[in-house]
């Protein structure tokens, strides 16, 4: 452990995720301690007055500038942002030659109809364009070599993660018969949608509930269709909001076009995923549930196939907070950095 | 209220519908106070001794025989027991001119290969054919005539209740492709579990959790599946053990034969539940959720239809221990009897 | 049942409180359906919209006005608003010859330093203080009497109701060594907040946690001291917030004069009890839970004493919704107009 | 870290605490990986069978005896077993050499009046008695130079924990008017009863609830007593059950002797605790949750004065499974071996 600590700061530390990837960031033994960033002049103050968890670090925020990150050293900004704010930052970061990692979806989609849902309005189109393309899909399982060398990662969303995790191996050996539909039935704790309070995530409106939303729409949805190579009407996706803080488990159904044994399933999921750090497939017989990953940095796989050898489902779990936010960010970290993908996730 | 109050005895008030049954009967203003019966010789007391709730009330149990209903005059038998004693004890207690709601899962189907994973053993299989026969199954939307007159009501799962709601006007209507596949991503709260301890039902591992169980093989499934004439290679219900205490909530996935519009599929179901004193049926724009039919007697079912006029998604919820259950038999009840199918219920 | 319904109105609907009395007077047998009434000018619409657990109603909402009141021939009116609106409103609508039931704070407090903390400004002070003398504190256990011929009936907040029953019972006999203090320990539910998400309320702020609040400083603390006669210096009383939608649980503990018996104690509150509907006193032995009155107008007291005959615990649970505003309040009402206190409430 | 790693062993890994204890220890940089031993002859298999969060790791476990012991170079040996069972072997492991750190009961109170409510049989009482006095209370902050020599440490109870961290500090410092009476109102999360499924642990049982239990009898007050030295007819302290899965929050109301200010009180607790690795003092305003200490080996306390400069109120809060069980134990392994006190615990 020779040498000097590897300079990052934090845009956006205070929402639940920025809290989360601080946090692990502290005991990341490669890391300094990161830049603490704010957007807004007024809300600086210091990470622990959010957060009386972190009662005894002293973390205090800095308004951001490209000044202070440059004075600072910074070489990689972390984005825990507004999409907008994001697609509005990064360009100007960039060209500073800091490299980047953004948690928040504008830069995740390959196809401008898939991004039209977020409605962005770019400086400078061109240069948005150019970005677009070049942004690496930070699913470190799918894309690890670009990811490497990238200069923008896009960290994927916390349900998109779930579902592509499961989906990728079978969608990538083409056994899916996709004609037949693909239904992925979410669910996610309510640390997903963020600390702002609204009626909507009010304690007596969540508690003793269940409740489907985003039918038809959800923004993830053109994630899992780029990464799975799935067409649109093939794929329905809808999330359900759970009574619990944090956790996803996605059930996902579909047919396989040739009859098979779970053995042969099994063997694309560990083939796929051999030496993965962070997925788990379970064994023949069990199934992942939320409690098996939350506080960790795993999606776990699992599945069972019908006796008719066909019909598949799959189930995938994770804590919406580290593999579906800042435990990903931080595993992209240690790609971009060539450093061990477990470092200051375990 | 003029006249003497028609007299009822529960078998099984300490499990969990047997209590929300027990509770109910004190308030439904036809019924006189009913008879507690328990099947142990040993575990009599009274119910307020095992549910704290009750007390101020004083509601002793006694041991089951058929000379004690006899004596006390009881008209209706409601049973909250497990399956196998169901089957042992109904033919003995309809002999006596006593007509029954079982709770259980003993005589809801129809099909002797559907009801081949309860492993049912009768003493008399000549018997048990006839009732198997003879048994309506007791969800009123669907068969009212048949429950008037009926001698034994089989009373529906809870899981059953909420999924064959949502798909019986469909398929009754004709309109399910059902080759395509249908999937219902069921999820429920532990109630529905019954009392006993498990390691399942363990605080610990069921809060801040969500898992899939019973997969391609939960019980219901044959109730689904005779209700809806849908074929078994044609349906895949999966349940989930919620970390709540009561409510379910189903996703359906299905395909319709022919590209329709939100109201064409909203005219079905207004016209089928037309009338119908416990099933509501969401507008356009809004989807049930848990909370909305937790402690009433409600199924609650919505829809949403994709851009392509097929695709559509049904969210069905209901109280397991009510229109699951409970609240369902005691519909039954006044059915049988004539009385206002709100009565006792609201 | 002959004759003309009650007729009643409703100010404050969508709140928590107001919902639940507006769903309680629905099912109440002497009274019309309730005129809903909200103050803001632009957030009219109906009630259903709000809470889709009221689907199949139609329960429009109407400006407020004193001319709306006597046009529909109001008879009593419902106040589930903020307290300075409570002030405000209060003498004009008495004037009118309305009789009023208000679940705000506004008029509990007899003594001026109790009602500081509320800070109220009053438009007419000579009227308010004629107003805060006459109205009466709406604990139908304690000022039955009053509450009959009332025309303000203050109706009492959540923890306090908890806190005087399980209290006054033994201040009245004149049984507690008040000089070695009264601790009491309160533990509420999420809903007793108030239905505006705030950072408090969040779900995952409040999910998987507990706090103590309001140390040294909550306003529920006049109530108790009025009611019970004791001194501020004799008693603490903490709030803490649980991670459920609702229910109250107060442990209370305290110092009798002189060396007792379980008997005698439970003398005391048996006798001050008699016949009282929604006041539950729990045998030796057993204690109440929140879970045995949820959903139910009971408040449920239980004790134990320790060996030295002296200290003693008391612990006391109720519907914060329910006995604790809603419940309370048409428990009022039917005090008020002289029908069984149970109507409505079963 | 050169050289050889620790060799420890664990008996009683299938329970909560032995199996938190086990997952830290597997992260544990000066730890070899424990032997996990199991004492009935029939549950052996291994540890990822019972808890599917380790899948992936291969995590056997063997019959205990103390020729394995020995066979494997054990050095120290952790008991997350039945208080009784505790007592059985101890004096036989000791007589190994081996040092001891317990979870249970077992040996941590010096008194055996206090003792008494275990009703242990030793089987030789002689060799009890000079265990009992040997053994040491494993609470670091109280007694770190005891516990670097001892061959036995008894690892505090959760609530003890949060309770004695709160009061020893003013317990020393003889400031305590403890005639006036201590009152401790704790309330847990349900993994503190354990893992065997009861009715008292069924998630409809415990969700949606709170109830006090063992009121005037737990078996954690003789710890509070022998540490703080206050006497038993002076301290009340009444257990509560939260519908949460773990975190202690205890609320302890007091007197003290002179008339303070709050930086009279702080001074006290921030000397005692200068420099404790895993005790955190909140500033004043701010009081602990149960939040922000989960998931980490911090007890945090709180407190807050009234304006009498008198009356006390202490806020505690802990992991019942990690500072108040399975994170203590391996805080004292620490001590115990000279290492920094946070090693294998951030």
Redesign the interface.
Known sequence: MSGAKFKTAVLGATG?AGFELTRLML?HAKLARPVLLARESGSHGALEDFY??L??EHLPMEPFSLELLKSRGVEMLFLATPHELSRELVPQVLEQGIRIIDLSGAWRLKCAANRAVYGFVDPDASVAAKLDAEAVYGLPELHREQIKSARLVANPGCYATSIIVALAPLARAGVIDSA??V?V?A?SG??GAG?K???K????????????YS??GHRHTGEILEQTGLRA?DV?F?P?L??????I?S?I?L?LKQRSTFADVEKIFREFYAGAAWV?V?AAG???????????NFC?VGF?L???GK?L?L?SCLDNLLKGAAGQALQNLNVMQGWNEREGL?
Chains 1, 2, 3, 4 share one sequence.
């Open positions: 639940y005991r009386p968890q009662t005894g037949h539909g239904v039935d669910k309510v640390s600390k309070p609204t009626q995530t009010h304690f007596v409106e969540v508690a003793e509930n269940l409740s489907a039918v038809f009407e329905i809808t359900h759970l009574p619990i803080p944090r956790g488990l059930t159904y047919r788990r379970f069990s199934l992942p549930q939320i409690q098996h990953s939350v506080n960790t776990d069972a019908a006796e008719d019909r489902i189930v375990n």
